[in-house]
């Protein structure tokens, strides 16, 4: 039989098919004469658009595994940013070291020539821009009311604030995420007492519970600076020991693994003795502070090595972490003559045990708080000069020199809760009017949330009735 006669005799499938793969033949033919005219992708990249946050990283995700050697030195920002690098999978991420100025407009470059691990190159670059948006503040509202919930107010928008969070049975604290993406808070439970954490995801909305404390209050979440780690509070009810006269257990500090689904919950230490509250940590991630009631003092982990520094004070506070986790800042309790007691500050060096005082305890002058700017050079300070002041003022401490400058003057307010944005420059203020216009004492005060530019000293009130205020970046 001649191949004409084979030909004639084949179905019209097989027909089809065979000029289909004639096809395909030629195709890979015509792909090797001519070179790889695609090359490597890029498959997504952000942030896009103006909804880059001040801490937002640079993500670039390529089509196939990289030699991530040839990837870094054609990667460029306008202007330029310093930061680290790492990977995920075939996804580049850029770090930036410091937070990037809210209004900034970045453009990203990737040159063309970085190569793939199949040897194939991106052939043209690639280029994307983005602009770091204002940034908003979070806190609950009502203060006189409930159920309190999460509401965000826009530091460029002041007075509109949104809620963004709607629980029937109220919510007792929270706190938002390192890169401001996701916001954890403690949900109270109206029917038991009880209080769970739950895991907000600001882009999507999603909602996930992350504890199971069926008998346990748990609440003041506090997030390791990576983002993968969440601390909290947790004290077991003993609701079932009731009648035998066995109250709650004492605070202890729980950990949350978000690296892994479900979220893997345990104590910080195995050692079940070791209680705590107010954990915090340090802006690098390697230590974390708690006070301890029975100890009477302030306990620092060292997480690289599992070492423990305890400072004893009265003051029943956790005090503030120095960003690099070398110092500590905390109030100690003295009582004066007229049997009063306030509080001055003292200052722990962690590498040396060395602990000096910031403020001198013979004056007349309370310290109640202390908040690291991000960069560690100064603090800003609670502080009422009980000759002068009724409520306490915000004072910007210099450790080192002992330099100080008063930056909030209106006698009429206290401002005891603030907090430190991103960039260093601002400072979300809890106020309490605690005078009226004429100097009276204000009955009908309500809580006030306002920002404060520490380089103008210009104040904008953002909110009233709220409080807790946090920094979305």
């Not at 942030?47 to 030195?73: C, H, K, N, W, Y």
């Not at 954890?184 to 882009?203: H, Q």
């Not at 003795?273 to 230590?287: C, D, I, T, V």
Request: charged share 20%; with cysteine; net charge negative.
């Amino acid at each position: 039989m001649t191949f004409a006669e084979r030909i004639t005799r084949l179905s019209k499938f097989d027909r089809v098919v065979g000029i289909v793969s004639l096809g395909l033949v030629g195709l890979i033919l015509l792909t090797v004469l001519l070179g790889d005219r695609v090359g490597v992708l890029v498959y997504r990249a952000g942030p896009l658009g103006e909804g880059a946050r001040s801490t937002s990283r640079i993500l670039m995700e390529f089509s196939e595994p990289m030699q991530r050697d040839s990837v870094e030195p054609l990667f460029s920002t306008e202007p330029e940013l310093e930061g680290s690098v790492s990977w995920s999978g075939n996804t580049f991420v850029f770090q930036p070291s410091q937070p990037i100025p809210p209004g900034t407009d970045i453009r990203v470059s990737l040159a063309r020539g970085a190569v793939a691990q199949s040897g194939r190159v991106v052939l043209s670059e690639y280029r994307f821009d983005f602009s770091v948006r204002v940034p908003r503040v979070a806190f609950l509202y009502p203060a006189n009311g409930t159920p309190q919930n999460i509401w965000v107010a826009d530091t460029a928008n002041p007075g509109n604030a949104t809620q963004l969070t709607f629980s029937p049975s109220g919510i007792y604290d929270f706190a938002v995420s390192p890169d401001g993406s996701q916001i954890v808070f403690a949900e109270n439970n109206s029917n038991n007492g009880t209080r769970d954490l739950k895991l907000l995801t600001l882009e999507t909305g999603a909602l996930e519970q992350i504890t199971n404390c069926l008998d346990a209050s748990c609440n003041t979440p506090v997030w390791r600076p990576d983002g993968a780690q969440i601390a909290y509070e947790r004290v077991e009810l003993n609701s079932d020991l009731a009648e035998q006269g066995i109250g709650s257990s004492p605070t202890r500090i729980w950990t949350l693994d978000l690296t892994s689904r479900p979220v893997q919950t345990r104590p910080l230490f195995s050692d079940l003795q070791l209680l705590g509250h107010s954990p915090q940590y340090s802006a690098n991630g390697e230590r974390i502070a708690m006070y301890d009631t029975g100890m009477g003092a302030i306990l620092i982990n060292d997480l690289t090595d599992g070492s423990l520094t305890a400072i004893p004070t009265r003051s029943g506070t956790s005090g503030a972490l120095s960003p690099d986790g070398t110092r500590l800042a905390y109030t100690e309790i003295v009582l004066a003559d007229n049997a009063g007691a306030y509080s001055y500050l003292r200052l722990a060096n962690l590498d040396n045990n060395d602990v000096t005082n910031i403020s001198d305890p013979p004056q007349e002058i309370d310290d109640q708080r202390a908040v690291w700017r991000p960069d560690g050079r100064v603090m800003a300070i609670a502080r009422r000069d009980q000759s002068i002041n009724r409520g306490y003022q915000i004072y910007i401490l210099d450790p080192l020199t002992q330099e100080i400058q008063q930056i909030t003057t209106d006698n009429r307010y206290t401002n005891m809760f603030f907090a430190y944005d991103p960039t260093g420059r601002y400072l979300a203020v809890h106020r309490f009017p605690e005078l009226d216009e004429f100097g009276q004492p204000n009955m009908n005060g309500l809580p006030e949330i306002w920002m404060l530019d520490t380089e103008t000293l210009q104040m904008t009130m953002l909110a009233e009735n709220g409080f807790l205020p946090r920094w979305m970046p």
